[in-house]
C-alpha cells in the first residue's frame, strides 16, 4: 500500500533554516508529481510546493515562494523541502503526499519557529 514518511521537523528560530524529508512507497514513485502540503493549528490543509514526475515547472505557493525549495531523488524514492528564512506564520505539521490522489497520510513533521 501507499505509505509516506516524513521527517526532518523541528523548533527553529525565525530567519532559520530547516530541511525536510519524505520517502514514499507503494508506488511508481518516478511517475507521478509530488506535494509538499502544511498544516497550521486551527487551519485547513494547504499545498506548499509541487515537484512534476517530469522535472520541470516545479509550483510553489505564493507564501513560501523564494524561501522555500522542493526537489526529488527518484533512485531513493525520496521528495525534500530545504526551507530558508523561517517565519512565524510557517509553524505547522508538513506532509508529504501524491496530489489528486485519494492516498492515507503519513504521521508528518512538526515544524515550530518561534523565538
Known amino acids: 500500500q501507499v505509505k509516506f514518511v516524513e521527517s526532518g521537523g523541528g523548533l527553529v528560530q525565525p530567519g532559520g533554516s530547516l530541511g525536510l524529508s519524505c520517502v514514499a512507497s507503494g508506488f511508481m514513485f518516478r511517475y507521478y508529481d509530488m506535494s509538499w502540503y502544511r498544516q497550521a493549528p486551527g487551519k485547513q490543509r494547504e499545498v506548499v510546493a509541487t515537484?512534476?514526475?517530469?522535472?520541470?515547472?516545479?509550483f510553489y505557493a505564493d507564501s513560501v515562494k523564494g524561501r522555500f525549495t522542493i526537489s526529488r531523488d527518484n533512485a531513493k524514492n525520496a521528495v525534500y523541502l530545504q526551507m530558508n528564512g523561517l517565519k512565524p506564520e510557517d509553524t505547522a505539521a508538513y506532509f508529504c503526499?501524491?496530489?489528486?490522489?485519494?492516498?492515507?497520510w503519513g504521521q508528518g513533521t512538526q515544524v515550530i519557529v518561534s523565538s
Open positions: 503526499a501524491r496530489p489528486g490522489y485519494q492516498d492515507p
Open positions: 515537484a512534476p514526475a517530469g522535472g520541470l515547472s516545479t
